[in-house]
């Protein structure tokens, strides 16, 4: 039998090399961790977790974590990560949409987790960020010699869930070949090789830190320094021993804060890359200035695993994400016509490739929505191609706020905000801030009367919104600034307010 993903990841694995050294000082080869990946996989079947089957993890990141992903690929079984600040509100809505057969949680959470996924028909397990719990408890005396589950190129991996423009949030369906043949891209692409020693900081329950981080390191058979957050000493510390680094674009900026990071640190890297948001010229530009390296950006997003990058050899362009990836059609239209523009023209950036999803789980009508007639992903974000055939992002359609690599979708905070007493109506906003990026800020008009402030607000948001979802500012108006439409006018608003944080 064949599992497309997992006899990939098999092929690739060499042996009793390193494949996840740990901030405790723990080394898992890659023997030990499929291994354990076996006693998972025939753990969550015992559970009653057949191949199709969603497995929802909000855990703490470690080596563990990221093998239960693996025994997940093994099992036939769809994973699907959500960010650990999502609150028990957030929670409910994605157990009520993806119904999934199993959930996995740490055990503080287990017993408020286990209230609401239990009506949605899944049984809770516990996993801690120490790797102890009940599920590894049951993979104890389970056999490392699990038989794969037979899974094809169009079988679903993973559901990753992104935030939508109208409303709740979408599952975005991706195939064992979305993942494997992006990763195999970017291996190439990026030449990463078993010698690689990639310093892992980032979160592992989006694609940046999962797909492109740890598929890309299991391919390629190299091995990672897995952090269990980012910090910017410890990434200082590691970098001697290390190759290979990846990040959002706060990394890069807090790095640059600190006086350790010189050409000396940085003498034995052989590759930064940033993606998730934007990098600012000024960022690439200095940190260049300070270390020799050129940062390679790169663009993707959830639906799309990875789509353009800066080249490996080759001009790096700072405000540039590089190039289409081999085998991914990228192209810009008109966003009112949908007719393809020529370089240097600005409009919709669209994308078809094996990278590109199957569509949004059980929402046929949005996924309709966002592909054109002959098949390509409508992105939101619009840019250029110039005339060497770089990519450029310069704005979004879509109204989101990125912060920190973290994407917020406007309406979603506002909904929650309007429904407070006393307040009329909102608008939330992405303010530039020098850490963030950008900022999630909102403007609020209260009823006649409302006696409001700032810490009433986000008092009420605790319970209702994950942490980096909430406002950072809270700023009260007594009208929003309107068009003829009757059309809120954003723009305006992140003008008037775009000095807010200057001096954060
Ligand atoms: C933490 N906070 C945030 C954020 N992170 N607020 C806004 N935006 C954020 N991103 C909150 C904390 O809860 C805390 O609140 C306060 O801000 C300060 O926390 P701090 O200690 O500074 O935060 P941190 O723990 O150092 O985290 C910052 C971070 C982290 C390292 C930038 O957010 C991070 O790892 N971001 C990476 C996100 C990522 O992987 N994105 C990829 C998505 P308080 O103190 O008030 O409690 S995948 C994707 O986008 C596509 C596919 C792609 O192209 O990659
Ligand atoms: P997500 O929904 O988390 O997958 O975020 C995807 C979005 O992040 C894209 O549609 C872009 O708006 C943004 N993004 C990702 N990489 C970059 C980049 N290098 N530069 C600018 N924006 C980016």
Redesign the pocket.
């Known amino acids: 039998m064949s599992n497309h993903l997992f006899d990939a990841i098999r092929t690739a694995a060499p042996g009793d090399a390193p494949f996840i050294r740990t901030a405790e000082g723990r080394t898992w080869t890659y023997n030990n961790a499929l291994a354990l990946s076996g006693r998972i996989a025939s753990a969550i079947d015992t559970l009653g977790v057949r191949p199709g089957d969603r497995v929802a993890v909000q855990v703490d990141k470690s080596a563990e974590a990221l093998i239960l992903y693996l025994a997940c690929v093994r099992s036939g079984a769809i994973y699907l990560p959500l960010n650990t600040?999502y609150t028990l509100a957030e929670l409910d809505y994605f157990f009520g949409n993806a119904e999934p057969r199993l959930v996995v949680v740490s055990s503080v959470m287990r017993e408020s987790v286990e209230t609401i996924a239990r009506p949605h028909g899944a049984v809770v397990e516990t996993l801690n960020a120490d790797g102890t719990g009940s599920l590894l408890d049951l993979a104890k005396d389970e056999r490392d010699d699990f038989v794969d589950a037979s899974r094809s190129a169009d079988d679903l991996a993973a559901i990753l869930y992104t935030s939508g423009t109208t409303g709740r949030s979408k599952g975005a369906m991706l195939t064992h070949d979305n993942l494997l043949s992006n990763a195999l891209t970017l291996r190439d692409y990026w030449r990463v090789t078993a010698d690689d020693r990639l310093i892992h900081?980032?979160?592992i329950f989006?694609?940046?830190?999962l797909f492109?981080a740890t598929n890309v390191t299991l391919l390629a058979g190299a091995s990672m320094f897995l952090l269990p957050?980012?910090?910017p000493d410890e990434i200082l510390s590691l970098m001697p021993k290390a190759t290979m680094m990846m990040?959002?674009p706060?990394?890069y900026v807090?790095l640059l804060h600190n006086p350790r990071l010189n050409r000396d640190t940085a003498s034995n890297m052989r590759l930064f890359i940033s993606?998730?948001?934007p990098l600012l010229a000024e960022t690439h530009i200095e940190f260049k200035s300070r270390t020799g390296h050129a940062i390679l950006e790169?663009?993707?997003?959830?639906e799309?695993?990875?789509n353009t990058s800066n080249p490996y050899e080759g001009e790096r362009i700072a405000g540039t994400v590089g190039f289409p990836l081999p085998g991914v059609t990228v192209r810009v239209t008109d966003p009112a016509t949908g007719t393809e523009l020529t370089a240097e023209e600005t409009g919709m950036i669209e994308v078809k490739g094996p990278n590109v999803f199957k569509g949004y789980w059980r929402m046929p009508e949005k996924t309709a929505a966002e592909f054109t007639s002959d098949g390509f992903f409508i992105s939101g974000d619009l840019g250029k191609i110039d005339g060497q055939g770089y990519v450029h992002i310069v704005g979004r359609s879509k109204d989101l706020v990125?912060?920190?690599?973290?994407?917020?979708y406007p309406k979603e905070v506002e909904g929650e905000i309007d429904q407070l007493d006393g307040v009329a109506e909102s608008a939330v906003i992405g303010v530039q801030h020098p850490?963030?990026g950008e900022?999630?800020t909102a403007i609020v008009v209260c009823k006649p009367d409302a006696v409001l402030d700032e810490k009433a607000i986000l008092g009420a948001l605790q319970d209702r919104l994950a942490?980096?979802?909430?406002p950072?500012r809270i700023i009260f108006v007594e009208d929003l600034p309107r068009n003829t439409m009757g059309k809120v006018q954003k723009n305006v608003l992140r003008q008037k307010y775009s000095d807010l944080y200057a001096t954060t």
């Open positions: 600040a900081a980032l979160p989006h694609t940046h830190g492109v957050k980012f910090d990040g959002v706060t990394f807090r993606g998730s948001a790169r663009y993707g997003m959830t799309t695993n990875m990125i912060s920190g690599g973290y994407n917020i850490d963030f900022a999630v942490r980096y979802k909430q950072k």
